[in-house]
C-alpha cells in the first residue's frame, strides 16, 4: 500500500521536475532570442557566452528535469497499479539515461553529446505512454 507521505514526496519531486523543464526551455528561447541579436552578435565573447548558456538550458537542465519526472513516475505508478511493472522498468531505463545526460556538459565529453537528444525524445515517448495507459485504466476503474 502506498502511504500518502510517500505520495506527496513523489508529487513534489515531480513538480520540481516539470518546473525545472519549463523554466530551462523558457530561459533557453529567452537566451537563443538575445544571442541572435545583431548587437550581441557583434560582440564575440557574449555571443560565445550566451550560446553556451543556451545550450545548457536547452539540453541538461531539460533533460534532468524530465529525468526526475520519468523516474518519479516509473517508480510510484506501477506502486499504484495504474502501469503496468515492465512500463515502470523501461522509465526507470529511460530516466538513468537522461541522468548521465549531466556527462555532456564536460568539455572532454563530445561522444556524449548523443545521449540529450535520446533522453529527451524517449523522456516525450515515455510520458506520453504513461499518461496515455495511466488514463485507460483510470477510466476502467471508474466504469
Given at each position: 500500500?502506498?502511504?500518502?507521505?510517500?505520495?506527496?514526496q513523489d508529487s513534489m519531486v515531480?513538480?520540481?521536475?516539470?518546473?525545472?523543464?519549463?523554466?530551462?526551455?523558457?530561459?533557453?528561447?529567452?537566451?537563443?532570442?538575445?544571442?541572435?541579436?545583431?548587437?550581441?552578435?557583434?560582440?564575440?565573447?557574449?555571443?560565445?557566452?550566451?550560446?553556451?548558456?543556451?545550450?545548457?538550458?536547452?539540453?541538461?537542465?531539460?533533460?534532468?528535469?524530465?529525468?526526475?519526472?520519468?523516474?518519479?513516475?516509473?517508480?510510484?505508478?506501477?506502486?499504484?497499479?495504474?502501469?503496468?511493472?515492465?512500463?515502470?522498468?523501461?522509465?526507470?531505463?529511460?530516466?538513468?539515461?537522461?541522468?548521465?545526460?549531466?556527462?555532456?556538459?564536460?568539455?572532454?565529453?563530445?561522444?556524449?553529446?548523443?545521449?540529450?537528444?535520446?533522453?529527451?525524445?524517449?523522456?516525450?515517448?515515455w510520458l506520453l505512454t504513461a499518461?496515455?495507459?495511466?488514463?485507460?485504466?483510470?477510466?476502467?476503474?471508474?466504469?
Amino acid at each position: 500500500m502506498v502511504r500518502s507521505t510517500d505520495r506527496a514526496q513523489d508529487s513534489m519531486v515531480v513538480f520540481a521536475g516539470g518546473l525545472l523543464s519549463a523554466l530551462g526551455l523558457f530561459l533557453n528561447g529567452a537566451l537563443q532570442w538575445v544571442a541572435e541579436r545583431p548587437e550581441t552578435l557583434a560582440n564575440d565573447q557574449a555571443a560565445q557566452l550566451l550560446h553556451q548558456m543556451v545550450f545548457v538550458l536547452g539540453g541538461p537542465v531539460v533533460v534532468i528535469g524530465s529525468a526526475l519526472l520519468v523516474i518519479v513516475g516509473a517508480v510510484s505508478l506501477p506502486r499504484a497499479k495504474l502501469l503496468p511493472t515492465w512500463l515502470g522498468g523501461l522509465g526507470v531505463g529511460i530516466g538513468l539515461i537522461d541522468l548521465t545526460a549531466l556527462v555532456s556538459v564536460l568539455p572532454e565529453s563530445v561522444d556524449m553529446m548523443i545521449l540529450l537528444p535520446i533522453g529527451r525524445f524517449t523522456s516525450m515517448a515515455w510520458l506520453l505512454t504513461a499518461a496515455i495507459v495511466v488514463t485507460r485504466n483510470l477510466g476502467k476503474a471508474r466504469t
